[in-house]
Every structure is written in structure tokens, then in C-alpha cells.
């Protein structure tokens, strides 16, 4: 029993032992996981320290990235995976015109896109990727979903509606597993660009509706011919391309020329010039050519642009106005062209005849500084140049010096030529070598007592000067009439080239077409005056019936207005039937009181009387009228002068008038087998007496001026 006891406390003595050590050894381990423990919170807390210090960091960084994100040009636009907007720069701020606030959070591209833009776009990508693109944000994502380049054009609409071209580039956003967490746009706005490109665009379409244009490569083959040059050559596109500018050659241009062309294009210089082409069917045309060499970074020509302005209608102006020249240079009078302000432009071949001068000796000069000597009339030439000044017409007689010194008389007659606008462009003068007649008036003069020869002698220089007029109104009449027609078609052509191409010429083009034609127009102008000149003169009526009464009614009632203005009283006879050309009637009665209406004297009204008597001569009885004035008069020796044409006593700045009414009145009187004469004193008016028989027949054709004659002479002129 006792032994079992002791056994008992045995085993007990030993389960304390071994609680003891378990006690020793979990205090030991408690101490160990504390001591673990201590250590672990000091690392964390180390390790939270470290990361709070990586987050202030972090924060950091992200506001520098944004502020450099706000900063940009660009509108950057950054979505989740289904198109939510996460976040929207300054930029693209600006640009659209939405706050981030107000549009963060929202779906795109409902929001800031075109809706049929995005149709037409799924369409086009669906067909380019070969599977189906629904419209909506997978427009925008899908190539960069594939890991594709996402750029495009697209249009922007900002928030007050309007829109602006933008080029789009997108790209996926991936995390460190590469896993696409959203996706980023940056759009730049392309308006400008636009508007330069729609710029260039018109400009190209411009050039190419108004000029000629090639491209060939260094070698000359052509490698562009726009749609003008295939219209003026005849030629397709496809026929032009590939080939040389040969295939147009016209062989007009020698090979010197084009050896001269290529050598300073292949310099790298440009060349301008004129050519003549040949199209496919034969025609010939004009251009007005430049040509500008491209060179390489070398400095060598890798292609050249030719641009080129059709000219032909130009140069058929130039032809035909060059065979008017030919003309006018072969007439036996002298003809001089100058600039508005006197300086010789052209001289006939005449010219030297007359003068000795040849045409380069005279070009840019003025003809009075080399013509004019010691003898010239200096009361001539202040007319002259007065005339010049007003831009007015001059006709009389000038002592002229040959080169070698020998004087000489012309009939000068200048008139100026202006253009559509009014404004002086050139003078023309016409001059007519009456020498051996002013020699012959000097002989005249000085044998006034052999009257008789001198009589004979005049009248033959008269028929020397007629020849000479007739010759100089044949050559205009045949000159203006064999023009008309080729210069009808200069006119007709280039109206038409106007009416139908007008709006496609250039600038320069048009500038050309319109000088054209201001060229034709005012050839025509000369060779209407011309025409006018050559029929200053023509065939009379027959004789019938005339009342010379009502003939005169008519006439006063014509001047009726100037009756008034220079408070005129007019006292007439009554006036007898004659047989008579009614209109020549007419004119001879409007002249002679025109004449005495305008050569009145100063703070004195006219008093004009009309006298008529019936006079015999052997058995034909004759009409006597009488026109009477109280005007200025004139020298009695001056009497024959007043008759002959041109002849003026006073300035065209004193008394206007032609010279030449007085000798259509002669001419009438003469014509109806009766005279016409003055007797006259200064400042004790003037007398012209005008007889005709009562029954006459014409005793010549008449060559009379055309038109109202009521201001063609005057008793000085």
C-alpha cells in the first residue's frame, strides 16, 4: 500500500518536473515570439514611414504630370474601357469649349463627335479590318485594341455647335500584366493646315483652269500634262505622258533655240520665252512660256514645271497690225507715229525719202528737234505744240530741213488717238511734201505782173496737189477697206475668246487679251478716220426744183439757239426757185451764216442781211445773194487765200473750224456753173457774194464733206 503511494507521488514528482520545463519552456518561447513581435511592429512601422513617404512622392509626380498634361497644345482625353471620359486637359478645354468638370464622367463619342461621321467610319473600318464595327466608341479603340497606329482626321463639334478638323491619335493604356485598363486620346487641332491645303487646292484648280502646265523629269520626258495642255495639243494624256515635248515640235524655232532653252535650265536657272507649237491636227499655236528647274540637295535639276499662256490670238493681232504698218510704210506720203508725249515710236519708209533719216536715227526723239531749222515759222511751232498740249488736232504748212541741210514745205497733218478710256495713246501725223507749191506760190509773187502764167502755173500745182490728196484718199480707202475684214475677225475672236474664257485666264492672261483688243479697237478707230478722210468727198445729187426760201427757213431755224446766244438780227430778201442740189443749198447758206454768226466783233451783236437780186448775163438769167455782216472782216488780199483748203487766217485757239468749209463752198458754187467771192476791210465785217444760174445743170461731179457742215469753214479759214 505504502509502495503504491510512493509510487503515486513518484509519477506526480515527475508530471511537475515536466510542467515545470514545459513552463521554463514556453516562457522561454513566449519571450522569443515577444522579442519577434517588437522587431515585426518596428519594421512595419518603418515600412509605413517608407510608404507614406512614396505616396507624398507619388502626389508629387502626378501634379507635375498634369501640370505638364495642362500645358499642352493637344487635347488629351483619357476613357475607361467603355468610352467613360476619366480625364480632360486644359487644352482640350479650350479647344471644345466644355469644362473637365461638366464632361468627366461622360461617354464619348456621343458627347464631342459626329454622329454620321461615326456611321461612315464603322463602315469604312469594318471593310479594312474584315470583321463587323459596330458604330459607337469601338470606331475609335479597335486598331488600338489590335495594338495597331489609331491616327485619323476627325471632326470635333464644340459645345456652341460649331465644328473644327482635328487629328486623332489614340492608344491603349495597359497595366504592368499588360492588361488594357483604358484608353488615351490626343487630338490636334489641323485648321490652319486645312485652310492651307483648300488654299493650295484652289490655287492648283485655278492654274490649272487658267495655264498650261507640264512636268518633265531631268531628261525632258513629260511625267504630268494637266487638262489645258491636252486641250490646246489635241493630244490624250496617256498620248502625252512618257513622250518629249517633240511630239508638239512645230519646227519653226531653230535647234540653236532649244540648245539655248536647255543650257540654262540644266544650270538651274529659269527660262521665259515665246514658242510656237504644233497640235495634232496640224494647227499651229502661241505660248508664252516659263520654265522653272527643281533641284536636288546637289543643286542639280531633278525635274522641271513648265507653265505656259496661250497667245495665238496676240500674235495674230501683232500679224495683222504689222501688215497695216507694211501698208502705211509704202505710200508715198510721210507718216510718223509717236507716244502721247511727242517721241517717235515708227516711221514710214517715206520718212527717209523725204528726210534722210533712218528709223533707228529718229526712234525716242522728237520729230521737230531733228526736222526744224533757222527758217521754221516759230509762230508754227507754238501752234503745233499748243495743239499737242490740248490734245488737239493740227493741219497747216511747216518748213522742214532735209539731213543734208536742204529746207523743204510739208502739209502737216497731226491728230491725236486715244484709247477706250478716253485717255492719249498716241499722235499720228501725216505729212505731204508741197515743196515745188510753195516755190511756185514765192515765183507767183514775185512776177505779179506775168498773172496770166501765174494763173496757169497755180492752177497746175493745184492739180499737183489733187493728185497728191487723191492719192493719199485712195491709199486710205484701199489701206482701211482691204483691213476691214481681218481686223473684223482680231475683234470677233477675241470678243468670243472673252465672252467664253475670259474667267479662266489669269491675270496675265486677261491683261493680254484686253490689250488685245484695246489694239484691235483702236486700229479700227484709225482705219475708220481713214475711210472718213478718203470720203470727205463724194458724188453730188441731181438738179431738181429748189425754193431757196424755205431752203433758208430751214437754215435759220437750225441756227435759231445761236441766233439767241449772240442776240443776232438777220434781215433777208426774198429768194427765187432755182434748178438746184437741194442739199448743197443748204449747205452753202448754213456755212456762210455760220460764218458770219462766228466772226463777229466783241460787245457787238450781229446784224446779218440776206440780199438777193436776178441778174442777165447774155441770155441766162443768174441769181445774186448777198451775205452781209458787220463782223471782224479781213484783209482784201487775203481774198483768194480764205478759198483754198486748210487755209486759216487766225488760230484754232481763237476761231474754231477746219479750213476747209470755204472751199466746199466754192467748190458748190462752181459746180452749179456759178462763182462765190468776198470783198472785205478789218473790222468792217465781210461781204460773200454767191451767184448761180436760175436753171443750171451741173457742170461737174462734186465731191462734197459729208454730214452738218454748219462749222467746217469760215471766211479765215
Same mark, same amino acid.
Given at each position: 500500500m505504502r509502495n503504491t503511494r510512493l509510487s503515486e507521488l513518484d509519477q506526480l514528482r515527475e508530471q511537475v518536473a515536466t510542467l515545470e520545463q514545459l513552463q521554463s519552456l514556453y516562457e522561454q518561447e513566449s519571450i522569443k515570439k515577444t522579442l519577434q513581435l517588437e522587431q515585426a511592429l518596428q519594421a512595419l512601422h518603418a515600412q509605413n514611414q517608407y510608404l507614406e513617404q512614396i505616396s507624398q512622392e507619388l502626389t508629387g509626380l502626378s501634379t507635375f504630370q498634369q501640370a505638364i498634361l495642362d500645358s499642352a497644345n493637344f487635347a488629351i482625353i483619357s476613357t475607361d474601357l467603355n468610352g467613360t471620359i476619366q480625364s480632360f486637359n486644359v487644352a482640350a478645354e479650350r479647344m471644345l469649349g466644355y469644362p473637365a468638370a461638366e464632361v468627366v464622367g461622360q461617354v464619348t463619342p456621343a458627347l464631342i463627335h459626329d454622329v454620321q461621321e461615326v456611321i461612315d467610319r464603322s463602315r469604312q473600318l469594318s471593310? *479594312?479590318?474584315?470583321?463587323?464595327?459596330?458604330?459607337?466608341?469601338?470606331?475609335?479603340?479597335?486598331?488600338?485594341?489590335?495594338?495597331?497606329?489609331?491616327?485619323? #482626321?476627325?471632326?470635333?463639334?464644340?459645345?456652341?455647335?460649331? %465644328?473644327?478638323? /482635328?487629328?486623332?491619335?489614340?492608344?491603349?493604356? !495597359?497595366?504592368?500584366?499588360?492588361?488594357?485598363?483604358?484608353?488615351?486620346?490626343?487630338?490636334?487641332?489641323?485648321? =490652319?493646315?486645312?485652310?492651307?491645303?483648300?488654299?493650295?487646292?484652289?490655287?492648283?484648280?485655278?492654274?490649272? $483652269?487658267? =495655264?498650261?502646265?507640264?512636268?518633265?523629269?531631268?531628261?525632258?520626258?513629260?511625267?504630268?500634262?494637266?487638262?489645258?495642255?491636252? #486641250?490646246?495639243?489635241?493630244?490624250? @494624256?496617256? &498620248?502625252?505622258? +512618257?513622250?518629249?515635248?517633240?511630239? /508638239?515640235?512645230?519646227?519653226?524655232?531653230? @535647234?540653236?533655240?532649244?540648245? &539655248?532653252?536647255?543650257?540654262?535650265?540644266?544650270?538651274?536657272?529659269?527660262? %521665259?520665252?515665246?514658242?510656237?507649237?504644233?497640235? @495634232?491636227?496640224?494647227?499651229?499655236?502661241?505660248?508664252?512660256?516659263?520654265?522653272?528647274?527643281?533641284?536636288?540637295?546637289?543643286?542639280?535639276?531633278?525635274?522641271?514645271?513648265?507653265?505656259?499662256?496661250?497667245?495665238?490670238?496676240?500674235?495674230?493681232? #501683232?500679224?495683222?497690225?504689222?501688215?497695216?504698218?507694211?501698208?502705211?510704210?509704202?505710200?508715198?506720203?510721210?507718216?510718223? /507715229?509717236?507716244?502721247?508725249?511727242?517721241?517717235? #515710236?515708227?516711221?514710214?519708209?517715206?520718212?527717209?525719202? /523725204?528726210?534722210?533719216?533712218?528709223?533707228? *536715227?529718229?526712234?525716242? @526723239?522728237?520729230?521737230?528737234?531733228?526736222?526744224?531749222?533757222?527758217?521754221?515759222?516759230?509762230?508754227?511751232?507754238?501752234?503745233?505744240?499748243?495743239?499737242?498740249?490740248?490734245?488737239?488736232?493740227?493741219?497747216?504748212?511747216?518748213l522742214n530741213y532735209h539731213k543734208d541741210g536742204t529746207p523743204y514745205w510739208i502739209l502737216l497733218q497731226i491728230n491725236p488717238i486715244f484709247d477706250e478710256a478716253g485717255q492719249l495713246t498716241h499722235f499720228i501725223a501725216i505729212e505731204s511734201d508741197i515743196t515745188d507749191r510753195k516755190l511756185m506760190e514765192t515765183h507767183l509773187q514775185n512776177e505779179v505782173e506775168e498773172r496770166q502764167r501765174a494763173v496757169q502755173e497755180l492752177h497746175q500745182l493745184a492739180e499737183q496737189l489733187e493728185i497728191s490728196n487723191r492719192e493719199l484718199q485712195d491709199f486710205a480707202y484701199v489701206s482701211s477697206h482691204d483691213l476691214q475684214e481681218p481686223l473684223r475677225k482680231i475683234q470677233a475672236f477675241g470678243d468670243r475668246l472673252k465672252a467664253t474664257c475670259h474667267d479662266s485666264l489669269n *491675270?496675265?492672261?486677261?491683261?493680254?487679251?484686253? %490689250?488685245?483688243?484695246?489694239?484691235?479697237s483702236r486700229a479700227q478707230v484709225l482705219i475708220n478716220d481713214l475711210l472718213a478722210f478718203s470720203r470727205v468727198t463724194t458724188k453730188g445729187q441731181p438738179f431738181e426744183v429748189v425754193n431757196l426760201k424755205e431752203v433758208l427757213e430751214g437754215v435759220l431755224s437750225d441756227l435759231e439757239i445761236r441766233i439767241e446766244q449772240t442776240e443776232a438780227t438777220i434781215d433777208c430778201d426774198p429768194l427765187p426757185i432755182v434748178q438746184a442740189d437741194p442739199l448743197q443749198m443748204r449747205q452753202i447758206l448754213q456755212n456762210l451764216l455760220s460764218n458770219a454768226l462766228k466772226? !463777229?466783233?466783241?460787245?457787238?451783236?450781229?446784224?446779218?442781211?440776206? !440780199?438777193? $437780186?436776178?441778174?442777165?448775163?447774155?441770155?441766162?438769167?443768174?441769181? &445774186?445773194?448777198?451775205?452781209?455782216?458787220?463782223?471782224? +472782216?479781213?484783209?482784201?488780199?487775203?481774198?483768194?487765200?480764205?478759198?483754198?483748203?486748210f487755209q486759216r487766217l487766225h488760230g484754232r485757239g481763237t476761231y474754231e473750224g477746219t479750213g476747209i468749209g470755204l472751199a466746199i463752198c466754192r467748190k458748190i458754187a462752181e459746180r452749179h456753173g456759178g462763182t462765190l467771192i468776198a470783198e472785205s476791210q478789218p473790222n468792217q465785217g465781210a461781204t460773200f457774194i454767191f451767184t448761180l444760174p436760175l436753171e443750171s445743170v451741173p457742170t461737174e461731179p462734186l465731191l462734197t464733206a459729208s454730214g452738218n457742215h454748219s462749222n467746217q469753214g469760215n471766211h479765215h479759214d
Open positions: 471593310i *479594312e479590318l474584315k470583321t463587323p464595327i459596330e458604330p459607337g466608341f469601338e470606331v475609335f479603340v479597335a486598331k488600338a485594341k489590335l495594338g495597331q497606329i489609331s491616327e485619323a #482626321e476627325w471632326t470635333y463639334i464644340r459645345k456652341d455647335g460649331s %465644328r473644327l478638323p /482635328v487629328l486623332l491619335s489614340i492608344t491603349a493604356i !495597359r497595366n504592368e500584366h499588360y492588361e488594357i485598363t483604358g484608353f488615351l486620346g490626343i487630338a490636334k487641332d489641323i485648321t =490652319a493646315q486645312k485652310q492651307a491645303e483648300q488654299k493650295l487646292q484652289d490655287i492648283n484648280a485655278a492654274l490649272n $483652269q487658267t =495655264a498650261i502646265v507640264a512636268i518633265t523629269d531631268a531628261q525632258g520626258i513629260i511625267t504630268f500634262a494637266n487638262d489645258k495642255f491636252c #486641250e490646246i495639243s489635241q493630244y490624250r @494624256r496617256e &498620248e502625252l505622258i +512618257g513622250q518629249t515635248h517633240q511630239i /508638239v515640235n512645230s519646227g519653226y524655232h531653230s @535647234r540653236q533655240f532649244f540648245a &539655248e532653252m536647255w543650257h540654262t535650265i540644266a544650270q538651274g536657272r529659269t527660262w %521665259r520665252g515665246e514658242i510656237k507649237n504644233k497640235a @495634232r491636227d496640224g494647227s499651229y499655236y502661241w505660248l508664252d512660256t516659263t520654265i522653272v528647274p527643281f533641284l536636288d540637295t546637289q543643286g542639280r535639276p531633278y525635274q522641271y514645271l513648265a507653265i505656259r499662256t496661250d497667245i495665238t490670238a496676240r500674235k495674230h493681232a #501683232e500679224a495683222a497690225l504689222q501688215k497695216l504698218s507694211l501698208i502705211a510704210s509704202k505710200t508715198d506720203n510721210v507718216a510718223i /507715229v509717236t507716244d502721247a508725249k511727242g517721241y517717235i #515710236e515708227w516711221v514710214n519708209d517715206s520718212f527717209y525719202r /523725204v528726210t534722210g533719216y533712218q528709223l533707228e *536715227e529718229v526712234v525716242g @526723239r522728237k520729230p521737230g528737234s531733228i526736222l526744224q531749222g533757222p527758217e521754221t515759222s516759230p509762230a508754227t511751232i507754238a501752234e503745233i505744240r499748243q495743239s499737242l498740249i490740248q490734245q488737239q488736232s493740227f493741219s497747216g504748212e511747216i *491675270e496675265k492672261g486677261q491683261d493680254y487679251l484686253e %490689250r488685245m483688243l484695246n489694239a484691235a466772226f !463777229r466783233r466783241e460787245d457787238i451783236p450781229p446784224k446779218i442781211q440776206v !440780199r438777193s $437780186q436776178i441778174l442777165t448775163n447774155g441770155n441766162q438769167n443768174c441769181c &445774186e445773194l448777198r451775205i452781209i455782216d458787220n463782223g471782224i +472782216g479781213f484783209e482784201q488780199k487775203y481774198t483768194d487765200r480764205i478759198f483754198q483748203i
